[in-house]
Nanobody, 120 residues
Framework: QVQLLESGGGLVQPGGSLRLSCAAN????????MRWYRQTPGKERESERE????????????EYGTSVKGRFTISRDNAKNTVYLQMNTLKPEDTAVYYC?????????WGQGTQVTVSS
C-alpha cells in the first residue's frame, strides 16, 4: 500500500526558512519521480493544487514553479525513501498546505499535507 507522509510545516516569519520532508513506503521509491504541490486557501479542489517542484527518480533532473524558482530546492534520499523541499526566503503568499505526490502504475497518490504559514 502506497503511503506518503509529509512533515516539517509550521509558522515562520517572512524571509525565514523551512524544510519539508515526505517519507514514502509501499512502492520502490527510487523508481519514481516525486512532486511537491501546494494548495492555498479558497482553492479546495485537488485539481487546483499548484505544482511547486518535481525531481526525477535518480535526482538528476529538477524543475520548479515560476513563483518559487531560486528560493526552493527539491532533493531526495533514495536510501531513506524521502523527498525534501527546502524553502528559503519565504513570503506570505507561500502560505498553503504542501503535499507530496507519487504516480505509481498510473495512479496518483498524495500525502495528507503539511501546513505552512508565513506571517509576522
Amino acid at each position: 500500500q502506497v503511503q506518503l507522509l509529509e512533515s516539517g510545516g509550521g509558522l515562520v516569519q517572512p524571509g525565514g526558512s523551512l524544510r519539508l520532508s515526505c517519507a514514502a513506503n509501499g512502492f520502490t521509491f527510487s523508481w519514481y519521480t516525486m512532486r511537491w504541490y501546494r494548495q492555498t486557501p479558497g482553492k479546495e479542489r485537488e485539481s487546483e493544487r499548484e505544482l511547486v517542484a518535481f525531481i526525477s527518480a535518480n535526482g538528476g533532473t529538477t524543475e520548479y514553479g515560476t513563483s518559487v524558482k531560486g528560493r526552493f530546492t527539491i532533493s531526495r534520499d533514495n536510501a531513506k525513501n524521502t523527498v525534501y523541499l527546502q524553502m528559503n526566503t519565504l513570503k506570505p503568499e507561500d502560505t498553503a498546505v504542501y503535499y507530496c505526490k507519487a504516480v505509481v502504475y498510473g495512479r496518483d497518490y498524495w500525502g495528507q499535507g503539511t501546513q505552512v504559514t508565513v506571517s509576522s
